[in-house]
C-alpha cells in the first residue's frame, strides 16, 4: 500500500507541535519582575510579592506549569524580554511604542496614572511651577518619556527642567525627602505605597492614565498571554476569586491613614479651641450656682456631651463621623431643625461639599455655590470677616461656623444653622473640638494628651458648678496635689498625669442626684451608699486619654477613698495596696474638705485640721506621705487662701 507523502509530513509536523508545546508547558518559564509595590517587586525575605504575582502563582498552580521570578531593574527587564532571555514581563504599562515592540495580553489587570511629588522645600501647585527645577524621573518610566510622559508635557509648555535619571524609585524618593532634587514622578499607586515613609509632599499634578498588563516578544508565548487572558476573564466574572480578592487588598493601600500638612494645623487649632470652650464654662459658673434648675439642667447635658464624646471614639469613616454629628447635634442642642453643610473654598468661591457632607434638604445643592443654597441666616460679609481672622470658631445668633483644613490643600468651613437661637454654646464648642479631634484620628489615629487634658479640666469644673459650697476647690486640690507629689519625688510626665486626674477626682459625682450631693444635714446610710459610687462609676472616654493619664485618672478617680488600716471604699485596700497617686490625693482631698465649708458642716482652722491628718497617720493616711505632708503644709494654706472664694 503506497502512502502519499504530504500524509506523512503532516504526521510529522503535528508529532513535532505536540512534543513542542509538551516541552514548554513542562520546562520552567521565566518571568521578569521589578520592585513596584504593591503591584510587583520582592519583599524583605527576597521572596516575588505583589498584585500580578498573586495573580500568576494562582493561574500557573491551576495548569500545573513551572515559573522562575528574576528580579531586575525595569529597564533591564524590557532589555531581557526583548532579546527573549525572558518569557513574560508582569506590569507593563501599554503603550503604542511599546506595543510595537511586545505583545501583551488583551485583559487589562489594572489602570494607573503618574503623579509628580515634591519636597518641602519648594511650591508645586501646577506644571509652570516646576520651571527650572530638579526632576526625578526612572529610567524607561512610561510616565518619564512616552508620547503622554512629563517630558512631552513640558516640553509642549515650553518648561525647562534638569531631569535627574534613577534605575529605581525607591532611591529617587529618598534623594527627594534629602532635597537633592526638587520634585519627582511615580505612578500614582507606588506613591500611595510610599509617601507615608518619606517627609515629601503630594501635588495636584496627575497625568497619563494607562492600563497595565504582561508582555512578551517571543510568539511562541502567545499562548501563555492567551492562558492568562482566559483565566482573568473567568476570574473577573467571580466576585470572590482570588481577582477580587487581591485587588481588594491593592485599593486597601489608597486608604492607608497619612498626616496632610492640614491635619498638622488642624492640631494647633484644637488647642486654641478648647481654651476657648473652658474660658466661656468659666464665665457661665455664676448663673449655674445661682440657679437651681439650670444646674440640673447642664448636669444633664454634661452626660449626653460626655456619652456622645465617648460614641466618637470608634468611627471609621468621614461618611459615618457626619452622619453621627448630625444626629448628635440636634440631641445637644435638642433642635430637631438643624442643617449642616460641609464647606470647601475653591478659587472661583465658596461651594458645598459632596453629598455624603451635607444634611438631606441640602443635597440638592451639593457642589453649588454657597448663594444658591436655601440658608436663612447665612451673612456672607460676616462670613468674609470671619475667614480673614485668626478666630476658628464664630458664633452667630441662629448659627455656627467652624474652620477646618480640608484635602487637596483647601479651606474647609463646617457650617451649622438652627432655626432657633443657639444658647448652649460652651458645649457646642466643646464638642466641634472633639469632632475635628476624631477627625484626625479617623486619619491618622493619633490622640493628642493636651486636648484631652484641657478636656478633663473642663470637666472637673463644670462638675464643681453642681455643688453650692466647693467653689474653686478642683483648683486647691489639684494645686495642692501637685505641690505634695513633687514633695513626694513625682516629676515631669507623672507629675503632670496625677495634676490632671487630681481635678477629675470627683467626676464620679455627675451621677449622683442633687438632693443627696447638696444635703445639708448627715446622710443617711442608704444616701452614704450612693455618695460611694461616684469612685465606680464607668466613664468610657477615660480610656481614650492616652496609656498613661488614662492610668493615673483610674487609680485616682476609683481608689482615693480607701483607708491606710482597709476601713475605706469600694474595695478596702490597705496599705501599699493602695495606689500612690490615690494615697496623695487622699490627704488633699480631706485636708481641704475639712478646711471649707460644706453643706453638712463649717469649715475648721488650718491647725484643727492638720491635727486631724496628723492623728489618723496609719490609720486613714500613709504615714510616710503625711510627715511630707506636715513640712510644707504652710505652702498647701497659702495655696488655699490665695483659691478662696
Not at 304 to 323: A, C, G, Q, W, Y
Not at 346 to 358: A, C, E, S
Request: charged share 25%.
Amino acid at each position: 500500500m503506497k502512502i502519499n507523502k504530504h500524509v506523512l509530513l503532516f504526521t510529522f509536523l503535528m508529532i513535532f507541535c505536540v512534543s513542542s508545546h509538551t516541552y514548554a508547558s513542562t520546562d520552567s518559564i521565566e518571568i521578569g519582575i521589578y520592585q513596584n509595590p504593591p503591584l510587583v517587586g520582592m519583599d524583605e525575605t527576597e521572596n516575588p510579592t505583589g498584585f500580578f504575582v498573586e495573580l500568576m502563582d494562582y493561574i500557573v498552580k491551576e495548569h500545573n506549569l513551572e515559573v522562575n521570578y528574576q528580579f531586575n531593574s525595569f529597564q533591564d527587564n524590557l532589555n531581557l524580554i526583548e532579546n527573549k532571555e525572558l518569557d513574560l514581563m508582569l506590569a507593563v504599562a501599554y503603550s503604542e511604542d511599546r506595543d510595537k515592540k511586545f505583545l501583551y495580553n488583551n485583559e487589562t489587570v489594572y489602570t494607573n496614572w503618574g503623579q509628580v511629588y515634591s519636597s518641602h522645600h519648594v511650591k508645586v501647585d501646577s506644571v509652570q511651577d516646576l520651571e527650572g527645577m530638579k526632576l526625578g524621573v526612572e529610567r524607561g518610566d512610561i510616565h518619564f518619556d512616552s508620547e503622554s510622559g512629563i517630558k512631552s508635557i513640558l516640553n509642549e509648555f515650553g518648561i525647562q527642567v534638569e531631569y535627574v535619571v534613577y534605575d529605581g524609585r525607591v532611591e529617587m524618593l529618598t534623594d527627594l525627602e534629602k532635597n537633592h532634587i526638587d520634585a519627582a514622578v511615580v505612578s500614582r499607586l507606588f506613591g500611595e505605597y510610599y509617601e507615608s515613609n518619606y517627609n515629601i509632599k503630594i501635588t495636584p499634578i496627575q497625568f497619563n492614565p494607562i492600563k497595565i498588563k504582561i508582555i512578551t516578544s517571543d510568539p511562541q508565548n502567545q499562548y501563555l498571554l492567551d492562558l492568562f487572558d482566559k483565566e482573568m476573564k473567568v476570574l473577573k466574572q467571580d466576585s470572590n476569586s482570588i481577582y477580587h480578592q487581591a485587588l481588594n487588598n491593592l485599593l486597601s493601600v489608597h486608604a492607608k491613614p497619612r498626616m496632610p500638612d492640614y491635619l498638622k494645623k488642624i492640631l494647633a487649632m484644637l488647642v486654641t479651641v478648647l481654651f476657648g470652650a473652658l474660658t466661656a464654662i468659666l464665665i457661665s459658673r455664676k448663673v449655674i450656682k445661682t440657679q437651681k434648675k439650670e444646674i440640673l439642667d447642664q448636669n444633664n447635658k454634661l452626660k449626653k456631651l460626655v456619652n456622645h464624646i465617648s460614641e466618637l471614639r470608634n468611627i471609621p469613616t468621614t461618611d459615618e463621623l457626619f452622619k453621627i454629628l448630625v444626629d448628635q447635634l440636634k440631641d445637644i442642642l435638642e433642635c430637631e431643625n438643624i442643617e449642616v453643610a460641609s464647606l470647601i473654598e475653591y478659587d472661583d468661591g465658596i461651594k458645598l461639599d459632596y453629598h455624603p457632607f451635607v444634611t438631606e434638604s441640602l443635597k440638592p445643592f451639593a457642589q453649588k455655590y454657597i448663594s444658591e443654597a436655601p440658608f436663612k441666616h447665612f451673612d456672607m460679609e460676616a462670613f468674609i470677616n470671619f475667614k480673614l481672622s485668626t478666630e476658628r470658631i464664630r458664633f452667630g445668633e441662629y448659627c455656627v461656623v467652624s474652620k477646618f483644613d480640608s484635602s487637596y490643600n483647601l479651606n474647609g468651613y463646617l457650617y451649622i444653622e438652627l432655626s432657633e437661637a443657639i444658647i448652649d454654646r460652651e458645649f457646642l464648642q466643646i464638642y466641634l473640638s472633639n469632632i475635628m479631634t476624631n477627625l484626625q484620628k479617623i486619619i491618622v489615629n493619633i490622640r493628642s494628651l493636651e486636648e484631652k487634658t484641657k478636656l478633663f479640666i473642663s470637666l472637673g469644673e463644670l462638675i464643681e458648678k453642681r455643688d453650692h459650697e466647693v467653689s474653686n476647690h478642683v483648683k486647691r486640690v489639684s494645686e495642692a496635689t501637685g505641690l505634695l507629689s513633687s514633695a513626694c519625688g513625682y516629676k515631669d510626665e507623672k507629675l503632670s498625669n496625677i495634676i490632671i486626674a487630681s481635678s477629675v477626682h470627683d467626676i464620679g459625682k455627675i451621677f449622683v442626684p442633687d438632693h443627696i450631693l447638696n444635703k445639708p444635714g448627715k446622710l443617711t446610710d442608704e444616701e452614704f451608699d450612693i455618695i460611694k459610687t461616684h469612685t465606680t462609676n464607668e466613664l468610657k472616654m477615660i480610656d481614650d486619654a492616652g496609656e498613661s493619664l488614662s492610668k493615673s485618672v483610674h487609680d485616682i478617680v476609683r481608689y482615693h477613698h480607701e483607708n491606710w488600716d482597709g476601713t475605706g471604699y469600694p474595695e478596702g485596700l490597705m496599705g501599699t495596696e493602695i495606689p500612690l497617686g490615690a494615697r496623695i490625693v487622699s490627704i488633699i482631698d480631706v485636708f481641704e474638705a475639712l478646711t471649707h465649708d460644706r453643706p453638712y458642716k463649717k469649715a475648721w482652722s488650718f491647725e484643727k485640721a492638720e491635727q486631724f491628718i496628723s492623728d489618723n497617720k496609719g490609720v486613714k493616711f500613709d504615714p510616710e506621705i503625711v510627715e511630707i505632708f506636715l513640712t510644707i503644709s504652710k505652702e498647701i494654706e497659702a495655696i488655699f487662701i490665695k483659691y478662696n472664694s
